[in-house]
């Protein structure tokens, strides 16, 4: 089928660079003002949040680091190339095909415990010095957002972890970079995995880098299955969100670094969750043929 958006993907690329610094310019001036105003450590190592006024203040900083480069900056690429059409462009309406729904969700579930093998992995590759303390003070930060002792803290990390990364970063690296901007350069499958290292690498997080790529992966896929990215978004919400529910159900933050299990049961559950996910993705693809 003839893509009626392809034509358009020189002037999105224009638009997508151009919004993305203006929107990193920006967004970095707001977050350094409010880190200033509140006196937030923002990106400093060995910071501890310790109170609930800190903790928010960093929640609200976080995902409006998050909301700007990446919501705001697709939308706004998107809405310049295709005006009242955008959302359509970036795939935000009803599933194409409806039938692939259930399959596309079942996938991705079945396809978790692969993630966590993956993430066991990863975790055993030694990495430098100036990467180990990156990790750590992402690490300081993501616990300060996931420090629970009131019931709007709970609230903001939601917002910040589940909410606005689902639909921002959904938003640009599937609607905007798989959907829009890669498919015109490469095959749809090409796309997937180019779009999910991106996905990956923004990051930063080194030590989770394998296990991120493959989730973009299932977030991908997902969209090209179902032609919907209220799907993915619904999954990476439901994703983040269950990792919020763990922590505050836990009462205690525990960083993805740290991995306390028995490789031998989940290198079986992860094999066996490889192979179902493998013949899924097979049985789909050929749905689309």
Request: hydrophobic letters at 50%; aromatic letters at 6%.
């Given at each position: 089928m003839t893509d009626p958006f392809r034509h358009t993907t020189l002037r999105l690329l224009l638009f997508t660079v151009l919004s993305l610094l203006t929107m990193f310019l920006l967004g970095g001036g707001v977050v350094a003002a409010l880190a200033l105003h509140y006196g937030i450590p923002i990106g400093q190592e060995g910071v501890?949040?310790?109170?609930?006024?800190?903790?928010?203040?960093?929640?609200s900083s976080c995902w409006s680091i998050t909301w700007r480069p990446f919501g705001l900056s697709a939308a706004l690429?998107?809405?310049?190339?295709?005006?009242?059409?955008?959302?359509?462009?970036?795939?935000?309406?009803?599933?194409?095909r409806p039938k692939l729904v259930t399959t596309a969700i079942g996938t991705f579930l079945i396809g978790l415990p692969l993630i966590g093998l993956a993430a066991y992995f990863n975790l055993q590759i030694p990495l430098p010095d100036w990467m180990v303390?990156?990790?750590?003070?992402?690490?300081?930060?993501?616990?300060?957002?996931?420090?629970?002792?009131?019931?709007?803290?709970?609230?903001?990390?939601?917002?910040?972890?589940?909410?606005?990364?689902?639909?921002?970063?959904?938003?640009?690296f599937r609607g905007l970079l798989q959907g829009r901007l890669l498919r015109g350069v490469m095959s749809e499958h090409a796309a997937v995995w180019v779009a999910a290292a991106i996905f990956s690498a923004i990051h930063v997080e080194f030590a989770g880098f394998f296990p991120r790529l493959l989730l973009g992966a299932l977030l991908g896929y997902a969209y090209r299955w179902t032609g919907s990215l209220w799907i993915p978004i619904l999954l990476h919400l439901l994703f983040n969100g269950i990792q919020v529910g763990m922590t505050y159900a836990d009462g205690d933050f525990t960083p993805d670094t740290e991995m306390d299990v028995s490789l031998v049961p989940l290198f079986i559950v992860g094999a066996l969750s490889a192979l179902a996910t493998g013949y899924l993705v097979v049985k789909n693809e050929r749905a689309l043929e």
């Open positions: 501890a949040y310790t109170t609930m006024a800190e903790r928010q203040h960093l929640g690429a998107l809405w310049l190339s295709y005006r009242d059409r955008w959302n359509e462009a970036a795939g935000l309406v009803q599933p194409t303390r990156s990790e750590a003070t992402g690490n300081a930060m993501l616990e300060g957002v996931l420090t629970f002792e009131q019931l709007p803290e709970l609230l903001m990390a939601l917002l910040t972890v589940a909410v606005v990364p689902a639909l921002s970063e959904e938003l640009m």
